[in-house]
Nanobody
């Protein structure tokens, strides 16, 4: 069974780059699921799918975030990395990684999700 764990700084300054790592255990990121996604939830708002990386390395992004978002992988470390550039306080949210076999927002009840990590953008 695949388990996911997000890690990274909890506080980022405006205009800087947010960088988070999703560590995958219990399986390989290249064999167990087709997609690994990043999802975020600002306070008081719903889940927002940010993008995903296919097991081949191809990436897909939410058009509203595409210009600032980069998802990559390190297969030797079983890591999925998120980078979000030029952050503002509007990027404050809980950030999740999740796995699925369909492109788009993973199923919160049936697909593997990490616990989520709080990221605050503030000076």
């Amino acid at each position: 069974q695949v388990q996911l764990q997000e890690s990274g700084p909890g506080l980022v300054k405006p205009s800087q780059t947010l960088s988070l790592t999703c560590t995958v255990s219990g399986g390989s990121i290249t064999t167990n699921y087709y997609y690994y996604s990043w999802v975020r939830q600002p306070p008081g708002k719903g889940l927002e799918w940010m993008g995903a990386i296919h097991y081949t390395g191809a990436t897909f992004y939410n058009p509203s975030l595409k210009s600032r978002t980069s998802i990559s992988r390190d297969t030797s470390k079983n890591h999925i990395t998120l980078q979000l550039t030029s952050v503002t306080p509007e990027d404050t949210a809980v950030y999740y990684c999740a796995a699925s076999n369909n492109l788009g927002l993973p199923d919160r009840e049936k697909d593997p999700w990490g616990q989520g990590t709080q990221v605050t953008v503030s000076s």
